[in-house]
T-cell receptor
Framework: GIQVEQSPPDLILQEGANSTLRCNFS?????LQWFHQNPWGQLINLFY???GTKQNGRLSATTVATERYSLLYISSSQTTDSGVYFC???????????FGKGTKLSVIP | NAGVTQTPKFQVLKTGQSMTLQCAQD?????MYWYRQDPGMGLRLIYY???????DKGEVPNGYNVSRLNKREFSLRLESAAPSQTSVYFC????????????FGEGSWLTVV
């Protein structure tokens, strides 16, 4: 199956700093998504981005499908950005989203 | 505006006991999923139902059974719980897009002692 690797595994930021999270995947994908899991465990879908670039407020994401990676950018980080960020992918015709192990982000005041 | 609702939220079981996790969605979605999340790991798919009347195994189906009761409801049953099934369980649904517009429930914390 498709392998998904995320880096870094842990990240500590001062409030206001910017960060880049990376997701590498081992095969062609039909679907790539970024999720945020808050400290209470709730999972929120941030971006559906199998290719190209999208922006939503302080967050943006870019996927280069031909090179099999995606990047999530967080600008002017806030304490509410803390939590775990997951990348998940699936191939054409597959219902099984394969998740990476996540990047745990801690934003400190 | 409930979205995906799971019950119970917390449960402690003894080894060998059985239980059913319930899940319901009110978004008229075709597909429903059960995932488990273990510490330091991403989510792994247990079973899914692409549409009403169908169910299929995911990555980690052993020890579980599912029922797609109707379009709204998808239950997960542990027939004989084992400590290895201690985990956080997430139900999810999407319109039938293979996860592209997926919504997750709030999770069910299960401990097997």
């Amino acid at each position: 199956g498709i392998q998904v690797e995320q880096s870094p595994p842990d990240l500590i930021l001062q409030e206001g700093a910017n960060s880049t999270l990376r997701c590498n995947f081992s095969d062609s994908v039909n679907n790539l998504q970024w999720f945020h899991q808050n400290p209470w465990g709730q999972l929120i879908n941030l971006f559906y981005i199998p290719s190209g670039t999208k922006q939503n407020g302080r967050l943006s994401a870019t996927t280069v499908a031909t090179e099999r990676y995606s990047l999530l950018y967080i600008s002017s980080s806030q304490t509410t950005d803390s939590g775990v960020y997951f990348c998940a992918v699936n191939g054409a015709g597959s219902y099984q989203l394969t998740f990476g192990k996540g990047t745990k982000l801690s934003v400190i005041p | 505006n409930a979205g995906v609702t799971q019950t119970p939220k917390f449960q402690v079981l003894k080894t060998g006991q059985s239980m059913t996790l319930q899940c319901a969605q009110d978004m008229n979605h075709n597909s429903m999923y059960w995932y488990r999340q273990d510490p330091g790991m991403g989510l792994r798919l247990i079973y899914y139902s692409a549409s009403e009347g169908t169910t299929d195994k995911g990555e980690v189906p052993n020890g579980y059974n599912v029922s797609r009761l109707n379009k709204r409801e998808f239950s997960l049953r542990l027939e004989s719980a084992a400590p290895s099934q201690t985990s956080v369980y997430f139900c999810a649904s999407d319109p039938g897009t293979g996860g592209a517009s997926i919504y997750f429930g709030e999770g069910s914390w299960l401990t097997v002692v």
